[in-house]
């Protein structure tokens, strides 16, 4: 079998991808950072179906990307170009936004704390037996972690924040962890950005509900009531509130003065009537 070229291998990837952007309309951009092929392959099954993910050179897919726009006028596509930053791939998909980014989240894995790796949160070793004999104390004392010996054992006597978040690992805290069996990191695809026929959003809107989005939308129509009415600016959702202001003060004037209209009869004949008891 002829293996393919580099320039054969470019051909191939552009058409690929100008075809998935062709087909769907929906894309996913997610951060690869540490993600093994298995996983990989592990989630490719499991988004089969309704969605295709594709890996590769950021250079590679910001020229497949031009060239669609190039060829087919979708200058929409040219907004995927600024997310295509760091180690990310693509998640096309014809299936709900929301339901494909909790199916991506399921395929995370724990992974050890490797030296020199930077930490992606914090790492707190929770106080307990530690299983490990008294010899193994030099690695708590380097670390300054408080032990004493129970039943022939180490035991951690209270919470230590051993790595912090954004700091790298190093090889003591990596071999106390990988001595006490915790894997403090997991790894998988994740959402950063969504595109959606030309659009682009934060995924953080996928998980809003029909509640905040009424809640959002009533907010919104607030504000633009206040800010109409604090200016005298006549608007759809500020006229309810124009009305009934204007009807107070000419209701004012009319019990304040003999000017009458038909709504002020029934309110001037009930002040009348309070007075009278009043005086009585």
Do not use: W
């Amino acid at each position: 079998m002829v293996k393919a070229t580099k320039a054969e291998k470019k051909i191939a990837y552009d058409a690929k991808l100008c075809q998935l952007i062709d087909e769907f309309t929906q894309i996913l951009v997610v951060a690869a950072d540490n993600v093994g092929s298995t996983q990989l392959q592990n989630i490719r099954k499991g988004l089969r179906g309704d969605s295709v993910v594709l890996m590769g050179k950021n250079t590679m897919m910001k020229r497949s990307v031009k060239i669609h726009a190039e060829n087919t006028g979708n200058t929409g596509i040219l907004n995927l170009m600024p997310l295509l930053q760091g180690n990310v791939g693509l998640i096309f998909t014809k299936g709900d936004l929301k339901e494909v980014s909790e199916e991506v989240a399921k395929y995370k894995v724990g992974a050890p704390a490797r030296v020199g790796l930077v930490a992606p949160i914090d790492v707190v070793v929770q106080p307990g037996n530690t299983g490990l004999d008294p010899s193994q104390t030099s690695f708590f004392q380097v670390l300054n972690i408080p032990t004493k010996i129970n039943k022939g054992t180490v035991e951690i006597i209270t919470p230590v924040e051993l790595i912090k978040q954004g700091d790298k690992v190093g090889s003591s805290e990596a071999a106390l962890l990988a001595k006490l069996g915790i894997r403090p990191f997991s790894y998988g695809l994740v959402v950063q950005s969504v595109y959606d026929n030309g659009s682009v959003f934060s995924p953080e809107v996928l998980d809003l509900t029909e509640d905040d989005l009424v809640q959002k939308f009533a907010a919104g129509i607030s504000m633009v009531t206040s800010l109409a009415l604090a200016i005298s600016f006549p608007t759809l959702a500020a006229a309810p509130h124009m009305f009934i202001n204007a009807y107070k003060n000419a209701l004012a004037i009319s019990v304040a003065t003999e000017y009458t209209f038909p709504q002020a009869e029934k309110v001037k004949e009930f002040l009348k009537v309070s007075h009278q008891l009043n005086c009585n």
